[in-house]
DNA sequence: TTGAAAGCGCTAACAC
DNA sequence: GTGTTAGCGCTTTCAA
């Protein structure tokens, strides 16, 4: 059985050479153009030139060569998802949708994984003009180059999601961050929290923003004050909500509203650092509802965002794009929802 | 600025012609040929030739067409990574590793995300074979396929890492789960357990069956009785975990070792329910580290594998095995070590 | 319904 | 150091 770097078989790479196209009509009896025909589109030629071709197809277990295919159809049949960070569980559930839908329609998705680092942006925003994917799907809102519209991708067909930067043009799957924010805010106020504190994401990012500004017109809408000493920026990842507690616990807050479910759990070990628990002495309300959210102690009260769907969404609407279909809607906002679990609770004082 | 799906520029996909080699050889006053060269190894031409092409490749906003090259050159510089769920934290830290020295190498990393479908594997299988890829990177060990060895992939290089099939020409990165299985139930053993309790991973899969037989031999080195009802098969998510606990706390056991992070967390919220602390009345070990394991309500006592590395690594030996060179060695066995965090303590018998 | 033939845009001999 | 030329394997007119 040899060594995997030497196998040869009918299609080998091993250095004989391949079967191609040629080979099955030769061996048909037909043309290189009937038996293209007979693998694309069956129907168009006769069941028994059909036989002769799958026969021969099989024997010589071929298999046609997408790079050919793809130089004469100039098409990829593949889309390039750009992410700051896979193995963020927020990115990864979205990439579930996006992958099956990808699939489900004949394409391959590639991830280019940015890590925020601008260099590796550039470089993944060039595949495309190279013509390594037929269009883009964009979750990281910060390469500079979206900013000035369609025309800096060179025309490449794209889709943002969750993150966003303006124009009446691009196409857009997003969750309302702002509403979903406030609801956050006034679930707290409800149970009774006067001081609420909020851990934001990097400011730089559509996403931080809408949260932050949720957060600010909820505390108005509630009547609450606004206390600059309450907000610590993060960066979404879970230390930074660990480092944001010594800072933030000194303007006294009940409940802390942090801008997703990493910094949540940062911020639940700051406090059990400084002996304080959660619900008890502080409440804490997150946002994504990752998969661990709900198995967290204590379980996390956070936002749900339809995060399979966004994926989903989104790639359909790449697909209509490259398929040149037009769009109903260029821009669809999903609904999100509030999940109250144990980590929010009414303020001690209160009496519970 | 118009439309996203209309914008055109130099490289136009709005339908007019995109434009080729031949047109900045034009431009430039040189041949095709030249220009190629000047792009591809720029040494080898004049100072001249090249400023004159570089900037005629300006001027234009060239980009070369991959998909050409890719038909001459009769290689993708593609990578496929098939994968049970990429949406388990384990897996994407693998692919962080796989995708950056794939990005360091000109290569792109596509996953395939099989969720464990006979099917999906099936049709990712082939995309190799189909020359959407160059080689393969396997991290899901249940591929019928791979078991009858390399021939099966029609001779596809490939390299498979964590979850492995026996062949001695396979290539194999991972890490001896047998001995840190071991590992973990001596560390409960010498805090005093004698009932230590097993939740094992879908057991058709190589790691879950390593990690048993570490389990059990850890049992026999340290004198303890390996009770059959003390082990329960679980799927590696987290509701196994829970579902596991009415069943094993029949057993009576003062410690459980779970096979993974999730299952462990699983379990943990399973005592909960039944009113029992972790780790007062029970301690809990898991496995893999995963990105929120030391976040945990308690931290999670945990086998660290280097998850990183072994992408790194994995897709380093692929790209050995697809520039033709001869690898040093086939089969890489990394450590991974015992990470001791809160939720293992010695029994509440033992006065602990 | 089928065949002949013309490329898709690039790279790599081979000649100069 | 540069140009000429012949394809890579497929799809798709256009004719028959």
């Known amino acids: 059985m040899a060594d995997n770097t030497q196998v040869k078989n009918a299609n080998g790479r091993g250095g004989d050479k391949p079967t191609t196209m040629a080979d099955i009509a030769r061996i048909a009896g037909v043309s290189t153009a009937t038996v293209s025909r007979a693998l694309a589109n069956p129907a168009v030629v006769t069941a028994e030139t059909r036989e002769k071709i799958d026969r021969a197809v099989a024997d010589a277990d071929y298999r046609v060569n997408t790079l050919a295919r793809n130089l004469r159809k100039m098409e990829t049949r593949t889309i390039l998802v750009i992410v700051p960070d896979i193995a963020n569980p927020f990115f990864s559930d979205i990439f579930r949708g996006i992958e099956e839908v990808a699939h489900e329609n004949?394409?391959?998705?590639?991830?280019?994984?940015t890590e925020v680092d601008p260099e590796r942006e550039a470089a993944y925003a060039n595949m495309a003009r190279e013509r390594r994917a037929d269009g883009l799907l964009l979750l990281d809102g910060k390469l500079p180059a979206w900013a000035s519209g369609a025309s800096a991708l060179g025309g490449v067909p794209f889709v943002m999601a969750c993150e966003y930067v303006d124009g009446p043009d691009i196409?857009?799957?997003?969750?309302?961050?702002?509403?979903?924010a406030k609801l956050a805010v006034a679930h707290l106020a409800e149970l009774g929290h006067r001081r609420i504190a909020h851990i934001a994401?990097?400011?730089?990012r559509s996403i931080s923003q809408d949260r932050m500004r949720g957060y600010h017109d909820g505390l108005a809408e509630a009547g609450l004050d606004d206390d600059p000493a309450l907000i610590f920026e993060g960066d979404f990842g879970l230390d930074s909500g660990t480092a944001a507690i010594p800072t933030l616990m000194l303007g006294k807050p009940t409940a802390i509203f942090t801008s997703n479910d990493e910094m949540a759990m940062g911020a639940i070990q700051g406090l059990r650092a400084m002996g304080l628990g959660v619900p008890e002495d502080v409440s804490v309300v997150g946002f994504d509802d990752i998969r661990f959210a709900g198995a967290y102690n204590p379980p996390l009260t956070t936002v749900a965002?339809?995060?399979?769907?966004?994926?989903?969404?989104?790639?359909?609407m790449l697909m209509q794009l490259l398929s040149g279909h037009e769009l109903g809607q260029r821009?669809?906002?999903l609904n999100s929802s509030l999940v109250i679990r144990e980590s929010?609770?009414?303020?001690?004082?209160?009496g519970g």
Chains 1, 2 share one sequence.
């Open 344 to 350: 929010s609770a009414p303020p001690a004082k209160a």
């Open 171 to 180: 196409c857009l799957v997003r969750t309302d961050n702002y509403d979903a």
């Open 331 to 333: 821009q669809r906002v």
């Open 201 to 204: 994401g990097p400011l730089d």
């Open 305 to 316: 965002q339809p995060r399979y769907e966004i994926g989903r969404l989104a790639t359909e």
């Open 106 to 113: 004949g394409f391959v998705a590639v991830i280019g994984n």
